[in-house]
């Protein structure tokens, strides 16, 4: 199984702030990476597929990059709606896996 | 409007089984998978496995093995995952989640809180 790991764990930002979140793969997932938003009680939701295009209807603030074994999600400038956590996901075998995740807190 | 719409809430005592349903609607099933994937209270996500909306292939986790039963009824366009030999630790919320051979998941359901416990 393909380990995903996330970091920080958790972080606090403030409206505005520009916002990066690591994800390392165990073994090079060239660019089957994604990238989920999750609010309280609610599923998660896809921001980012194969690394780094912008899913349908998600606003342009939210952007990934990277390749291989290292990942990164941005958020260019905070808004009081993205306070949520954060998840990456490889699709590049089975099992699927997900890292940890990262909390995005005031 | 892509819409995957699941059963409700269900308690179970260990040892029994469960099985949610996923209703899809407003694309073609059949180009797309159905994926299972779970998350106990306060935890992250968990994947399950699949099943194929073209030909009803199934792929599902190895510690899940001879546990769960993914299917689908085609009339109806339901999907069905059922868990047998409920544990306390399977309480969590199973999520439907649609994919394509791409395997993201662009669309989810709402979710379904499954909750074992004596």
């Known amino acids: 199984d393909i380990q995903m790991t996330q970091s920080p764990s958790s972080l606090s930002a403030s409206v505005g702030d520009r916002v990066s979140i690591t994800c390392r793969s165990g073994?090079?997932?060239?660019?089957?990476l994604n990238w989920y938003q999750q609010k309280p009680g609610t599923a998660p939701k896809l921001l980012i597929y194969?690394?780094?295009n912008l899913q349908s209807g998600v606003s342009s603030r939210f952007s990934g990059s990277g390749s291989g074994t290292e990942f990164t999600l941005t958020i260019s400038s905070v808004q009081p709606e993205d306070f949520a956590v954060y998840y990456c996901?490889?699709?590049?075998?089975?099992?699927?896996?997900f890292g940890g995740g990262t909390k995005v807190e005031i | 409007q892509v819409q995957l719409v699941q059963s409700g809430a269900e308690v179970k005592k260990p040892g029994a089984s469960v099985k949610v349903s996923c209703k899809a609607s407003?694309?073609?099933?059949?180009?797309?998978?159905i994926n299972w994937v779970r998350q106990a209270p306060g935890q992250g996500l968990e994947w399950m496995g699949w099943?194929?909306?073209?030909?009803?292939?199934?792929k599902d986790v190895q510690k899940f093995q001879g546990r769960v039963t993914m299917t689908t009824d085609t009339s109806t366009g339901t999907t069905y995952m059922e868990l047998r030999n409920l544990r306390s630790d399977d309480t969590a919320v199973y999520y439907c989640?649609?994919?394509?051979?791409?395997?993201?998941?662009?669309?989810w359901g709402q979710g379904t809180l499954v909750t074992v416990s004596s």
């Open positions: 073994q090079s997932i060239s660019s089957y």
């Open positions: 099943i194929s909306g073209y030909d009803g292939e199934r």
């Open positions: 194969a690394a780094s």
């Open positions: 996901q490889q699709s590049y075998s089975t099992p699927l896996t």
């Open positions: 989640a649609r994919s394509s051979l791409s395997m993201w998941f662009d669309f």
């Open positions: 407003g694309y073609t099933l059949t180009n797309y998978n």
